[in-house]
Nanobody, 124 residues
Framework: QVQLVESGGELVQAGGSLRLSCAAS????????MAWFRQAPGTEREFAAA????????YYADSVKGRFTISRDNAKNTVYLQMNSLKPEDTAVYYC?????????????????WGQGTQVTVSS
């Protein structure tokens, strides 16, 4: 299992930008598919974005496509989520997740390692 620690969440105005970071422990980071999920109060955790081992392939939920960009730096064991044009409905706790093997779908149950989450609040 890989240990994950998110950072970068804060209060931002609608239309603004934030970059979240997720630092991973271990020497096998490049063998994990990485993803970001989010969970708003009273809702289920939902998939936001994922990235393949090398970073060549990325996957997005329709709700964030065109506004969010996921990337990774395997030399730094870090995955990022650049969030632009933020909306109040993007307000949630954002979680970093890791999965052994290639990406197949955005089901949270497929990801075996999770961070503690970082709060993103978008004010209108």
């Amino acid at each position: 299992q890989v240990q994950l620690v998110e950072s970068g969440g804060e209060l931002v105005q609608a239309g603004g930008s934030l970059r979240l970071s997720c630092a991973a422990s271990g020497r096998t980071f490049s063998t994990y598919t990485m993803a970001w999920f989010r969970q708003a109060p009273g809702t289920e955790r939902e998939f936001a974005a994922a990235i393949s081992f090398s970073g060549r392939n990325t996957y997005y939920a329709d709700s964030v496509k065109g506004r969010f960009t996921i990337s990774r730096d395997n030399a730094k064991n870090t995955v990022y989520l650049q969030m632009n044009s933020l909306k109040p409905e993007d307000t949630a706790v954002y979680y970093c997740a890791a999965k052994r093997g290639p990406y197949s779908n955005g089901r949270a149950s497929d990801f075996g390692s999770w961070g503690q989450g970082t709060q993103v609040t978008v004010s209108s």
